[in-house]
């Protein structure tokens, strides 16, 4: 498996970045998607599963809606390398 790029100015310093390291989401703890070999725009930001969650403080998160754990999740940057359930938006700009 070939090591995927990933901004360190765009990933944690925690847990987040041990599981993109390992090559697991950090939301649906599923195994990565490859960018360059089905889709070079699988990226959480275009994925159908990403949704945003408005918090009491009005702050804006993004979350996954495929999480693995009951909580709310991790915290998502567009940029993430997608998992094995990317679906792609119909329009990402919307």
């Known amino acids: 498996?070939?090591?995927?790029t990933i901004p360190p100015a765009t990933v944690g310093r925690g847990a987040i970045?041990?599981?993109l390291d390992?090559?697991?989401?950090?939301?649906?703890l599923k195994p990565l998607l490859e960018p360059e070999t089905t889709n070079p725009l699988a990226r959480?930001?275009?994925c159908a599963h990403l949704i945003t969650r408005t918090l009491d403080d009005g702050t804006q998160r993004l979350k996954c809606a495929m999480k693995a754990q009951r909580r709310r999740g991790p915290d998502l940057k567009p940029n993430f390398p997608a998992c094995i359930d990317?679906?792609?938006?119909?329009?990402?700009?919307a």
Do not use: V, Y
């Not at 498996?1 to 995927?4: D, E």
């Not at 990317?86 to 700009?93: I, V």
């Open 17 to 19: 970045r041990i599981k």
């Open 86 to 93: 990317f679906r792609e938006q119909r329009n990402p700009s």
């Open 22 to 28: 390992r090559g697991i989401h950090p939301a649906t």
């Open 44 to 46: 959480c930001g275009a």
């Open 1 to 4: 498996m070939s090591a995927l």
